[in-house]
């Protein structure tokens, strides 16, 4: 009866066995091949409970979602000679995982695989266009340039090239500082050339306004003179007319006025004969 019972536990503990190592599950972000002996037997994409023959089958799992691949910092020279380190980096995807397994079988191999793909895409593409391309918004077709030839290159390890970008382009130190330099020399060449562009746009104001200015004086100089005549003119006319009207008159006054002139509030002093014409009106008015 015990012998009965340790055989009929022993069937169920094998059985047990049995099916728990037929039965396997595959997650959503998972994909894999059931193998017999090493030869692959069956593509397993959905999620799910799987079956398979317990002890004779394995089953391989790989990653269906998007995966990245930092490639190594690679130094490419340009189209115009000039050098680059290129910082880049890849995602693919695992879309056929028989093919896949066939050819590089996992993950590890098909990096390396991709990493020699990659840096001759890299230096065959990038040797055809210029450092400014590069840096300039035609960086994004260049790399689709290189993932297209990247993705021919991989289809047959059973994966997609998703993407292939340049993290940062930089040139090397030695690079950097002749160009650093050539920069500097640039910009100091513009400099002197505004600065002397400048000088000359300033001569040229400079010289417009002095001739501006000598027209206005002498134009002024003109009309100060034929007004200075017209007025002297009209002086002489009303000097005359007052002369002829009253001769003693005018002479009286214009001594007044030279009086006025000669012995201001200056504090001059002056020294004069009393007989002195000048003063023939401090006698009298009329002189005497």
Partial sequence: MKA??????SILFVSFLVVLNGIFTMKETQQGLVLQFGDPKRVIQKSGLHFKIPFIQNVVRYDNRILEYNLPIEEVIAVDKKRMLIDSFARFKIIDPLEFYKTVGNEANVRNRLNSN?????R???GKVTLDELLSSERSNIMDRIQIEVN???QRFGIEVVDVRIRRADLPEANSQAIFDRMISERVKEAKEFR????????IIRAEADKEKTVLLAEATRKSEILR????????AIYADAFERDSNFYSFY???QAYRNV???DGTTMILSPDSQFLEFFNNSRGQ
């Fill in 229 to 236: 005549g017209e007025g002297e003119s009209e002086s002489i």
């Fill in 152 to 154: 021919d290159a991989a």
């Fill in 196 to 203: 002397a562009k400048g000088a000359e746009q300033a001569q």
């Fill in 263 to 265: 012995l201001g509030e």
């Fill in 118 to 122: 990659v840096i001759s895409s890299l």
């Fill in 4 to 9: 009965t019972k340790v055989l009929i536990y």
């Fill in 124 to 126: 065959r593409v990038v």
């Fill in 254 to 256: 214009r001594s007044m």
